[in-house]
Every structure is written in structure tokens, then in C-alpha cells.
């Protein structure tokens, strides 16, 4: 049964981070493909189409592998979740089914009209199918992001006889408290990691001096939305969705924030240390007090209650594993905010295309922003363990009862053989795509 | 309306079986037809378009039943786990093969990913055909041995085999030579579809071979559709009670009956869409002709102890099927809207179609 359990676990945790690689970069880039094409059909300049047009490509890439390794995400629900599946199925099957409907449809009929249908269709049309294949992609986080929602705040069920959870209130599951401010946070991180991209690119090229013209406009527009979007991404949003966790699940927010103690006169900030979990202390903590309490409470004394003051159960099953991707995930938008901020500075003073050593940051810049998205997600995922559904059922509740172990581990070594081939091909399709350059695009 | 939304999701998955069933098809005769790389490219290409936007449905058939059979759908994925696990692994690589094909312009490249593409076709069409098979024949509910359940009644575990490959063992496994038999029928049909559709969008060369592959195929698929009739009654003792007891069900074998016929005259069609409409034709009568054969029953149980599944013990509750068929609603005329706006616009032969052009 443990066994069983834990390899469930690591089949879901394994192809859900692998996944989600692709869709941030495709719900990002398909805003600022959109507004390259917006802008071309403004100003009529030939570039911005040719920069929209080589972005598709790496967008079309991208796109695949997010449907690919999606897939997979929808029926493990059943094949690995089915007890799961079957008590909730009433509630979470309504968002997902809605995702599938309103959103994947969407997106793909209107890709294959985006991609081979320029010539065919006029450029106004074109750019409105550009725009739906964004409308399907954030639609599909915002159904994605209600089912999760749903999970980290149950609203709006009752529960059967039989132990079902079965629907009261359809328009709850939208008006869940945790939603909004999850999705925008969402959104926004997948814009920050395509704006990175995009000036990685930029940066590439003019360090490279080819296609310097096209490197130039990557990169100012990678600084304009990174810094927007960096900066959204901290507050309103990220202050928000913390004040989500502290009022619904109090005990998680104190293990991200690795608070052991309750003090009386205001908690302390730690940036940096080690969560002991023998002493129940940080050790080689560095903090700044009083920080906490204010950043919470918009008060320097107000109290925070420590993990010592929750029952055991209450407590997330993993605290260092929650603390460390929570600092990550704080400390690296922090960092792109500083990036993004110097960046917009020199852009500004004209500067930026001949700071070489900065160009080389902006560079190599680029894979972080994966890595804070993916700690973000396991912040939230972790800081809901042990429960599946917050306070209701628990996740060894979850898992298909007649899937051995050893069937599990089976398909999970051939998704860990297949996702390094798919990761390997994404990269050498893409690294050929960028290498080509945008000038290739034009017919 | 439970019989509403078990309408609803067969209308979608035969929507998926008619859609992306071509792809399927098409990777078969690429797989086998195709051996100029003119003609390698056109084909894979009338696959390529649309791959995505058709695997879709099938996505949706998923998520309607999580929806509306949350029960039904949490047994048979838990109990197809290995084939249903494998069908993603063979989705994965009939994708990339499309997609990467024409990514470098080598021909070692190329030949790599037609063979994904072709193959994982193939044992697509054969997989989702056993499935079907596995669905008429029904699974041991529960695993019951002795006349203990070792699970709870909806509950079982399919290996992919057992050493006897027979539909009247106690726990029969994925592949029997039923199952086989029906995948063998799906293999046949989706081919005849697929050629259909190469035929209707595209100018390859081999068009006119292409008919008299049909032809042959069609001998095939007579055959066998005679044999599986004829051991039908070995996995289910009373097979057209549904059709004595509800007359007006007959009109789905009838659909099925006039689609293979209608094959049989493919050398003779003046239009290329005939073809495909008989094609069509046969995936809609098969698949509702075994959908009729059982209903109200979704999954037979092949023991005494724990009852079948059908549409009324796995469904969700009712309020929750009724909010969705708001939505629903809205979506699906949405979803004809996409279909059709898409079909329109990129009508017609696809051979001078390419990125961005």
C-alpha cells in the first residue's frame, strides 16, 4: 500500500512538472505573438510579422509537447487516482470537462488555421485567429487553476452516504475565494518566463551579432513585459495568494515560511536557513525581524502562529521540501525583478545593447523562470499534503486500489525514457529554430 | 439524463473515431503505400493538419465521462491500466512523428519519423479496437475468485494477457482472440478510412492503387465482421436481445451493413468524397451497433457475484448532470462552429499547404 502510493506520487509529481514546462511558455508567448501581429497590422512594418511568424515556430514546437504530455495528465486522474476520481469526479469532472470543451478546442482548431492559414485567410483574420489560440490557452489555466482551487479550498458540495462528494453549487467552483488570485499569479508567471525567453533570444543574437536588428526588438520587448509582469507577479498578486493561504491554511503558511515558534511580538522574515525538524528550529537562519507580521497583517506586531502551536496532523507532511520550494520560488522573483528593473534602466539610458557582461546575464537568465514556476506549483501542491481535497480526503485515500506497485513503477521508468527523448528533441528542434534565425521566416 | 449524456460522449467518441480514426488509417497506408517521398510527404502531411485538433476529441470524451460516469471512469482506467498507459506512449510518438518529420530535410530524418508515425498508428487502430472488444466482451468486476470479490464490485484489474488467450477464461486478460479479432476489424476499417481520406485531400500518386486497396480490404473486413458475428455468442450468450426487444435499434447494424457495401463500389464512385462518406459510414454503424448491443450496460460483468456497470450505477448526481448540460450545450454549438470554420477554410487538397505560407 506505501509502495503503491508512493509511486503513484512520483508518476503524478514526474509528468505534471515535465508538462508544465510547455504550457507557461505557451500561454505567455501567445500574448506577445498576438501583439507582434497587432502591431504589424498598426504599423504595417514587415519586421514585427517576421518576429510573430518565427515565434509561431517555436510556439508550434512548444505546443506539442504541452499537448503531448497533457494527455497523460487527464487520464491519470483515472488510471493512477480512481478512488479519487470516482468520490470527486461529480465536482472536478465539471472543470476538467469544461477545459476540454471550452479551451483545447479552441486552442487547436484555431492553431492549424494560425499556422497554414496567412495566405489563405488576410492578415485581420489571421491575427484573429492568433488571438483566439490565446484565449483558448488561458482559458485552459484559468479551468485547470478552478479544479486546483477546488482541491486547496473545497467549496460548494455535500458529501453522500457513500463517502461521494457530489455538487450543491456549480457557480461556487468559479467563485472560489482561492481562484482568482492563484490564476492571475498563474498567468503572469508564464508571462515572466516567456518574456525571459524572448530577451534570452535577444540577448543571444546581438552577443552573437546576427540578426541584431531582430535581437534588438526581442529584447526591449522581453524587458517591457518582464518587468510588468515581474513586478504584478509580486504584488497585488503573490501578496494575495499568500493571504489566501494564511486564511485558509494557516499551518502550511507557517512550514513555507519555516515558522516554528509563535512569537508574541511579531514574526520574523527568513531569508535563509535549514529547517531542522528533529529541534524544530532553522538553523544558520538569517532573518529580519518583524517583517513578517507587516507583510501579512500590514502590521509589525500582529502574531503568526508557528508549527508548534498546530496539531501534528495539521502540519504539512513534507516541511523542508515546502519551505525550500517556497524561498525558491520568493528569492528567484525577487532576483527578476532586480534583473528586469536594471534592465528597463539601461534600456531607458540607451545603454543596454552594448553591456555585454549584462547581456550575458539576461542570457543565461532564461531557464530560472521554469525553475520558480515549478517551485511555485510544488509550494502549493506540498502545502496541501496530506490532504488531496484540503481537510476532507486524504491523498493514500486517492489511489487506484488494483494498480500494483510494481505496475506503476513500470510506466513510470517508460515516461522517465520517453520525456528525456521529448526533452531532447525539443531542445535540439528549438536550438535549430533560434540558430536559423527570424530572417528564415520570411517567405 | 443519464441516457442523455451517454448520447452525448457516444456522439463524441464516434466524432473522434471518424476524425482522428483517419490519422490513424493514414499512418497505416503511409506505413505500407507510400514509397515515394512526394507522396510520403502529401500523406503524413493530411494527417499532420489536423492530428491535434481532432485528438482533441478524444480529450473531451475523457473529461465528459470523468463528468458524467465518474464510477465507470475510474474503473476502466484502473482496470485497463497498462493498455490505457501504452495508448498514451504510442499518442506521444504518432505526434512527434508528424510534427519532426519535416524538420530537417534528411532523408534518414524523415524515414525515422514516418516509421513512428506509421507504426504507433497501427497499433493505435489495433488497441483502440481490442478495447472495444474488451468493452463487448466484459472483465471479471471485482476479481472474483471462488465467489469472493477481492476488490469493491466496480474495481478489477486486467493484465494484458493470460497464458489460455481465451474469452471464457475466469480472468480473461486485455488480448484475446476476440478482442483480437475485433482489433484486427478496427485495423481493417480505420485503413479503408484513412485511404479514403488520402484519396479526398490529396493528388499522391498512388490515389488510384489506393481504390483497389480499399477493394481488398473490404473483402477483409466482410469476412471477419462474419466471423466475429458468428462468435459473438461465445463472450455474450444472448447478443441481439437488445435488437429483438427494441426493434428500432436494428438501424445501427443497418448503418454498418450499407457502409460495407457501399465500399464495394469504390472503383466506381465519381466523386473522391463518396468514398469517404461509406468509410464514415462503417465507423458510425460499428461502433453504435456494439454501443446498442449492451445498452443500458457499459461494462458486462463476466461473474455471477458483482453486477455490470451501466449507465445508471456510475452516473454523477443529478444536479451536477444537469448544470453541465447548460454548458454543454453552449459548447458543442461552439464546437460544430470551430469544426466548420476550419474544414471551410482549409478545404479542399492540401498538396501546396505549408507553414506559414
Given at each position: 500500500?506505501?509502495d503503491?502510493?508512493?509511486?503513484?506520487?512520483?508518476?503524478?509529481?514526474?509528468?505534471?512538472?515535465?508538462h508544465?514546462?510547455?504550457?507557461?511558455?505557451?500561454?505567455?508567448?501567445?500574448?506577445?505573438?498576438?501583439?507582434?501581429?497587432?502591431?504589424?497590422?498598426?504599423?504595417?512594418?514587415?519586421?514585427?510579422?517576421?518576429?510573430?511568424?518565427?515565434?509561431?515556430?517555436i510556439?508550434?514546437i512548444?505546443?506539442?509537447?504541452?499537448?503531448?504530455t497533457?494527455?497523460?495528465?487527464?487520464?491519470?486522474?483515472?488510471?493512477n487516482?480512481?478512488k479519487?476520481?470516482?468520490?470527486?469526479?461529480?465536482?472536478?469532472?465539471?472543470?476538467?470537462?469544461?477545459?476540454?470543451?471550452?479551451?483545447?478546442?479552441?486552442?487547436?482548431?484555431?492553431?492549424?488555421?494560425?499556422?497554414f492559414?496567412?495566405?489563405?485567410m488576410?492578415q485581420?483574420?489571421?491575427f484573429?485567429?492568433?488571438?483566439?489560440?490565446?484565449?483558448?490557452?488561458?482559458?485552459?489555466?484559468?479551468?485547470?487553476?478552478?479544479?486546483?482551487?477546488?482541491?486547496?479550498?473545497?467549496?460548494?458540495?455535500?458529501?453522500?452516504?457513500?463517502?461521494k462528494?457530489?455538487?450543491?453549487?456549480?457557480?461556487?467552483?468559479f467563485?472560489?475565494?482561492?481562484?482568482?488570485?492563484?490564476?492571475?499569479?498563474?498567468?503572469?508567471?508564464?508571462?515572466?518566463?516567456?518574456?525571459?525567453?524572448?530577451?534570452?533570444?535577444?540577448?543571444?543574437y546581438?552577443?552573437?551579432?546576427?540578426?541584431?536588428?531582430?535581437?534588438?526588438?526581442?529584447?526591449?520587448?522581453?524587458?517591457v513585459f518582464?518587468?510588468?509582469?515581474?513586478?504584478?507577479?509580486?504584488f497585488?498578486?503573490?501578496d494575495?495568494?499568500?493571504?489566501?493561504?494564511?486564511?485558509?491554511?494557516?499551518?502550511a503558511?507557517?512550514?513555507?515560511?519555516?515558522i516554528?515558534?509563535?512569537?508574541?511580538?511579531?514574526?520574523?522574515?527568513?531569508l535563509?536557513?535549514?529547517?531542522?525538524?528533529?529541534?524544530?528550529?532553522?538553523?544558520n537562519?538569517?532573518?529580519?525581524?518583524?517583517?513578517?507580521?507587516?507583510?501579512?497583517?500590514?502590521?509589525?506586531?500582529?502574531?503568526?502562529?508557528?508549527?508548534?502551536?498546530?496539531?501534528?496532523?495539521?502540519?504539512?507532511?513534507?516541511?523542508?521540501?515546502?519551505?525550500?520550494?517556497?524561498?525558491?520560488?520568493?528569492?528567484?522573483?525577487?532576483?527578476?525583478?532586480?534583473?528586469?528593473?536594471f534592465?528597463?534602466?539601461?534600456?531607458?539610458?540607451?545603454?543596454?545593447?552594448?553591456?555585454?557582461?549584462?547581456?550575458?546575464?539576461i542570457?543565461?537568465?532564461?531557464?530560472?523562470?521554469?525553475?520558480?514556476?515549478t517551485?511555485?506549483?510544488y509550494?502549493?501542491?506540498?502545502?496541501?499534503?496530506?490532504?488531496?481535497?484540503?481537510g476532507?480526503?486524504?491523498?493514500?485515500?486517492?489511489?487506484s486500489p488494483?494498480?500494483?506497485?510494481?505496475?506503476?513503477?513500470?510506466t513510470?521508468?517508460?515516461?522517465?525514457?520517453?520525456?528525456?527523448?521529448?526533452?531532447?528533441?525539443?531542445?535540439?528542434?528549438?536550438?535549430?529554430?533560434?540558430?536559423?534565425?527570424?530572417?528564415?521566416?520570411?517567405? | 439524463?443519464?441516457?442523455?449524456?451517454?448520447?452525448?460522449?457516444?456522439?463524441?467518441?464516434?466524432?473522434?473515431?471518424i476524425?482522428?480514426?483517419?490519422?490513424?488509417?493514414?499512418?497505416?497506408?503511409?506505413?505500407?503505400?507510400?514509397?515515394?517521398?512526394?507522396?510520403?510527404?502529401?500523406?503524413?502531411?493530411?494527417?499532420?493538419?489536423?492530428?491535434?485538433?481532432n485528438?482533441?476529441?478524444?480529450?473531451?470524451?475523457?473529461?465528459?465521462?470523468?463528468?458524467?460516469?465518474?464510477t465507470?471512469?475510474?474503473?476502466?482506467?484502473?482496470?485497463?491500466?497498462?493498455?490505457?498507459?501504452?495508448?498514451?506512449?504510442?499518442?506521444i510518438?504518432?505526434?512527434?512523428?508528424?510534427?519532426?518529420?519535416?524538420?530537417?530535410?534528411?532523408?534518414?530524418?524523415k524515414d525515422?519519423?514516418?516509421?513512428?508515425?506509421g507504426?504507433?498508428?497501427?497499433?493505435?487502430?489495433?488497441?483502440?479496437?481490442?478495447?472495444l472488444?474488451?468493452?463487448?466482451?466484459?472483465?471479471?468486476?471485482?476479481?472474483?475468485?471462488?465467489?469472493?470479490?477481492?476488490?469493491?464490485?466496480?474495481?478489477?484489474?486486467?493484465?494484458?494477457?493470460?497464458?489460455?488467450?481465451?474469452?471464457?477464461?475466469?480472468?480473461?486478460?486485455?488480448?484475446?482472440?476476440?478482442?483480437?479479432?475485433?482489433?484486427?476489424?478496427?485495423?481493417?476499417?480505420?485503413?479503408?478510412?484513412?485511404?479514403?481520406?488520402?484519396?479526398?485531400?490529396?493528388?499522391?500518386?498512388i490515389?488510384?492503387?489506393l481504390?483497389?486497396?480499399?477493394?481488398?480490404?473490404n473483402?477483409?473486413?466482410?469476412?471477419?465482421?462474419?466471423?466475429?458475428?458468428?462468435?459473438?455468442?461465445i463472450?455474450?450468450?444472448?447478443?441481439?436481445?437488445?435488437?429483438?426487444?427494441?426493434?428500432?435499434?436494428?438501424?445501427f447494424p443497418?448503418?454498418y451493413?450499407?457502409?460495407?457495401?457501399?465500399?464495394?463500389?469504390?472503383?466506381?464512385?465519381?466523386?473522391?468524397?463518396?468514398?469517404?462518406?461509406?468509410?464514415?459510414t462503417?465507423?458510425?454503424?460499428?461502433?453504435?451497433?456494439?454501443?446498442?448491443?449492451?445498452?443500458?450496460?457499459?461494462?458486462?460483468?463476466?461473474?455471477?457475484?458483482?453486477?455490470?456497470?451501466?449507465?445508471?450505477?456510475?452516473a454523477?448526481?443529478?444536479?451536477?448532470?444537469?448544470v453541465?448540460?447548460?454548458?454543454?450545450?453552449?459548447?458543442?454549438?461552439?464546437?460544430?462552429?470551430?469544426?466548420?470554420v476550419?474544414?471551410r477554410?482549409?478545404?479542399?487538397?492540401?498538396?501546396?499547404?505549408?507553414?506559414?505560407?
Amino acid at each position: 500500500m506505501e509502495d503503491m502510493l508512493f509511486y503513484d506520487r512520483m508518476q503524478f509529481a514526474f509528468t505534471i512538472t515535465f508538462h508544465y514546462l510547455f504550457p507557461q511558455l505557451t500561454m505567455g508567448l501567445s500574448l506577445m505573438i498576438v501583439c507582434f501581429k497587432g502591431k504589424y497590422l498598426r504599423t504595417k512594418i514587415e519586421k514585427y510579422n517576421t518576429a510573430a511568424k518565427f515565434f509561431m515556430k517555436i510556439f508550434a514546437i512548444n505546443f506539442t509537447m504541452g499537448v503531448v504530455t497533457g494527455i497523460p495528465m487527464e487520464f491519470q486522474f483515472g488510471t493512477n487516482w480512481a478512488k479519487f476520481s470516482d468520490l470527486t469526479g461529480d465536482i472536478i469532472g465539471q472543470t476538467l470537462a469544461m477545459e476540454g470543451v471550452f479551451s483545447f478546442f479552441l486552442e487547436s482548431s484555431f492553431l492549424a488555421l494560425f499556422i497554414f492559414g496567412e495566405k489563405l485567410m488576410g492578415q485581420k483574420l489571421h491575427f484573429l485567429t492568433g488571438f483566439l489560440v490565446f484565449l483558448g490557452s488561458w482559458a485552459s489555466g484559468y479551468f485547470i487553476l478552478a479544479t486546483n482551487a477546488w482541491m486547496q479550498h473545497p467549496v460548494g458540495y455535500e458529501i453522500l452516504e457513500n463517502g461521494k462528494y457530489v455538487l450543491t453549487h456549480f457557480s461556487a467552483l468559479f467563485s472560489n475565494p482561492w481562484l482568482l488570485p492563484a490564476f492571475l499569479h498563474n498567468q503572469l508567471a508564464s508571462v515572466v518566463t516567456s518574456a525571459f525567453v524572448m530577451a534570452g533570444i535577444g540577448a543571444f543574437y546581438i552577443l552573437r551579432e546576427q540578426n541584431v536588428e531582430y535581437g534588438k526588438l526581442f529584447l526591449q520587448t522581453g524587458v517591457v513585459f518582464g518587468l510588468v509582469s515581474s513586478l504584478l507577479l509580486a504584488f497585488p498578486t503573490g501578496d494575495w495568494a499568500a493571504k489566501n493561504v494564511v486564511k485558509y491554511q494557516p499551518a502550511a503558511f507557517a512550514a513555507m515560511e519555516g515558522i516554528f515558534e509563535t512569537e508574541d511580538g511579531g514574526s520574523e522574515i527568513i531569508l535563509i536557513g535549514q529547517p531542522n525538524m528533529v529541534e524544530k528550529k532553522i538553523d544558520n537562519k538569517i532573518a529580519v525581524p518583524n517583517i513578517l507580521s507587516f507583510l501579512t497583517y500590514q502590521d509589525w506586531n500582529e502574531q503568526i502562529i508557528g508549527m508548534n502551536d498546530f496539531k501534528e496532523e495539521e502540519i504539512p507532511s513534507n516541511v523542508p521540501a515546502l519551505y525550500y520550494s517556497y524561498h525558491m520560488m520568493v528569492g528567484l522573483g525577487t532576483i527578476f525583478i532586480g534583473i528586469m528593473a536594471f534592465a528597463a534602466f539601461l534600456l531607458w539610458r540607451k545603454r543596454i545593447y552594448n553591456s555585454r557582461y549584462f547581456l550575458w546575464v539576461i542570457m543565461f537568465a532564461t531557464p530560472f523562470p521554469y525553475i520558480a514556476t515549478t517551485a511555485g506549483w510544488y509550494t502549493a501542491e506540498l502545502g496541501r499534503q496530506p490532504w488531496l481535497v484540503y481537510g476532507l480526503l486524504k491523498t493514500s485515500v486517492g489511489i487506484s486500489p488494483t494498480v500494483s506497485s510494481g505496475n506503476t513503477l513500470f510506466t513510470l521508468l517508460g515516461f522517465i525514457g520517453l520525456y528525456i527523448l521529448l526533452g531532447l528533441l525539443f531542445l535540439i528542434l528549438v536550438g535549430k529554430t533560434i540558430n536559423l534565425g527570424p530572417e528564415s521566416q520570411k517567405n | 439524463m443519464e441516457i442523455f449524456w451517454y448520447i452525448i460522449i457516444s456522439i463524441v467518441l464516434v466524432i473522434f473515431f471518424i476524425l482522428d480514426g483517419y490519422d490513424f488509417g493514414v499512418g497505416i497506408i503511409h506505413l505500407f503505400f507510400a514509397k515515394k517521398e512526394k507522396d510520403k510527404k502529401v500523406i503524413a502531411k493530411s494527417a499532420g493538419l489536423f492530428w491535434d485538433s481532432n485528438e482533441v476529441w478524444l480529450v473531451v470524451a475523457g473529461g465528459m465521462l470523468f463528468m458524467a460516469f465518474p464510477t465507470f471512469y475510474a474503473s476502466v482506467f484502473s482496470g485497463f491500466y497498462l493498455p490505457l498507459i501504452m495508448v498514451l506512449w504510442l499518442i506521444i510518438f504518432r505526434a512527434i512523428g508528424l510534427e519532426f518529420r519535416n524538420q530537417f530535410n534528411v532523408q534518414m530524418w524523415k524515414d525515422m519519423w514516418d516509421k513512428a508515425f506509421g507504426v504507433s498508428s497501427l497499433l493505435l487502430a489495433l488497441f483502440f479496437g481490442i478495447a472495444l472488444g474488451n468493452i463487448v466482451r466484459g472483465v471479471n468486476l471485482g476479481s472474483v475468485g471462488n465467489g469472493i470479490s477481492k476488490y469493491e464490485a466496480h474495481y478489477f484489474f486486467l493484465p494484458l494477457w493470460d497464458s489460455s488467450f481465451s474469452p471464457a477464461s475466469v480472468h480473461p486478460g486485455v488480448i484475446d482472440w476476440f478482442t483480437l479479432t475485433i482489433g484486427l476489424i478496427s485495423v481493417i476499417a480505420l485503413a479503408i478510412h484513412g485511404a479514403s481520406w488520402i484519396i479526398l485531400k490529396t493528388n499522391s500518386t498512388i490515389n488510384e492503387q489506393l481504390k483497389s486497396v480499399v477493394f481488398n480490404l473490404n473483402i477483409g473486413l466482410l469476412i471477419l465482421t462474419v466471423f466475429s458475428l458468428s462468435i459473438w455468442h461465445i463472450v455474450n450468450p444472448a447478443p441481439f436481445k437488445n435488437f429483438i426487444d427494441k426493434p428500432y435499434l436494428v438501424i445501427f447494424p443497418l448503418i454498418y451493413l450499407i457502409g460495407l457495401f457501399g465500399l464495394f463500389f469504390v472503383k466506381k464512385f465519381k466523386k473522391d468524397i463518396h468514398s469517404f462518406i461509406f468509410s464514415i459510414t462503417v465507423i458510425v454503424g460499428g461502433i453504435t451497433f456494439s454501443l446498442a448491443s449492451m445498452f443500458p450496460v457499459i461494462l458486462p460483468s463476466t461473474n455471477e457475484v458483482n453486477p455490470s456497470l451501466t449507465i445508471y450505477n456510475t452516473a454523477a448526481g443529478e444536479y451536477g448532470l444537469s448544470v453541465a448540460l447548460g454548458w454543454g450545450i453552449v459548447g458543442f454549438i461552439l464546437l460544430f462552429v470551430y469544426l466548420i470554420v476550419q474544414k471551410r477554410l482549409l478545404g479542399g487538397k492540401i498538396d501546396n499547404m505549408d507553414y506559414g505560407h
